[in-house]
């Protein structure tokens, strides 16, 4: 009699499952009552016991930083730096995507603020995209590219989107368009013609 095979690729998508759904609970539950939530209830809400979920996760607060990194806006990418590239309509890209992105769930995202940005991606993103304007000529005189970064970072933030955003009363494609025009006095960017 041989001995029952183990089936690495059942097992893996089994706890990829389980993964998703204490993510999908977390959701839940830190919507409802925010990040100070159990994870007893999020256990309990996912249909797993609370030693599961350190098991996937660790901590509280990495299961919250996971959660913040699964529902942030992701850049599909840096930037190319090419010299054909129009960093003008990348930052407006970027700003388009990110209000369209932080629509989806105000009430999580505003929950989740403070777990915003762990990973740092973004802010490679926003430094390549500070590069690149400066590159082409779009920043106002004596802007550093530290300053630009900054002002990209802040202008798709959560925070200064649902300021803008209104709870609803304003769609997210006029949010972008006020965006812009504020990227353009702070980065002193051509109008467009």
Same mark, same amino acid.
């Given at each position: 009699?041989?001995?029952?095979?183990?089936?690495?690729?059942? $097992?893996?998508?089994?706890?990829?499952? %389980? #993964? @998703?759904?204490? /993510?999908?609970?977390?959701?839940? =539950? =830190? %919507?409802?009552?925010?990040?100070?939530?159990? =994870?007893?209830?999020?256990?309990?809400?996912?249909?797993?016991? $609370?030693?599961?979920?350190?098991?996937?996760?660790?901590?509280?607060?990495?299961?919250?930083?996971?959660?913040?990194?699964?529902?942030?806006?992701?850049?599909?990418?840096?930037?190319?730096? @090419?010299?054909? +590239?129009?960093?003008?309509?990348?930052?407006?890209? #970027?700003? *388009?995507?990110? +209000? %369209?992105?932080? +629509?989806?769930?105000?009430? /999580?995202?505003?929950?989740?603020? !403070?777990?915003? *940005?762990?990973?740092?991606?973004?802010?490679?993103?926003?430094?390549?995209?500070?590069?690149?304007?400066?590159?082409?000529?779009?920043?106002?005189?004596?802007?550093? /590219?530290?300053?630009?970064?900054?002002?990209?970072?802040?202008? %798709?933030?959560? !925070?200064?989107?649902?300021?803008?955003?209104?709870?609803?009363? $304003? +769609?997210?494609?006029? =949010? !972008?368009?006020?965006?812009?025009?504020?990227?353009?006095?702070?980065?002193? /960017?051509?109008?467009?013609?």
């Amino acid at each position: 009699m041989s001995p029952r095979g183990y089936r690495l690729g059942r $097992r893996q998508s089994e706890v990829d499952r %389980t #993964r @998703s759904a204490i /993510l999908a609970a977390a959701r839940q =539950v =830190v %919507t409802e009552h925010g990040p100070a939530a159990s =994870v007893g209830k999020v256990a309990e809400r996912a249909g797993v016991s $609370r030693i599961t979920v350190y098991n996937q996760f660790g901590s509280k607060e990495r299961l919250l930083e996971a959660l913040a990194a699964g529902v942030a806006p992701r850049s599909d990418g840096a930037p190319a730096a @090419s010299s054909g +590239s129009d960093p003008r309509a990348e930052l407006s890209r #970027r700003i *388009g995507q990110s +209000s %369209t992105a932080w +629509s989806a769930d105000p009430s /999580l995202y505003r929950r989740l603020e !403070a777990h915003q *940005g762990w990973t740092g991606k973004e802010s490679e993103h926003d430094r390549a995209l500070a590069e690149m304007l400066g590159a082409h000529d779009q920043l106002r005189p004596g802007c550093s /590219l530290k300053e630009a970064e900054d002002v990209i970072g802040i202008l %798709t933030s959560f !925070a200064v989107f649902d300021r803008l955003h209104k709870g609803g009363r $304003r +769609s997210p494609s006029a =949010v !972008a368009e006020i965006l812009m025009r504020m990227a353009g006095e702070f980065l002193a /960017l051509p109008s467009q013609t």
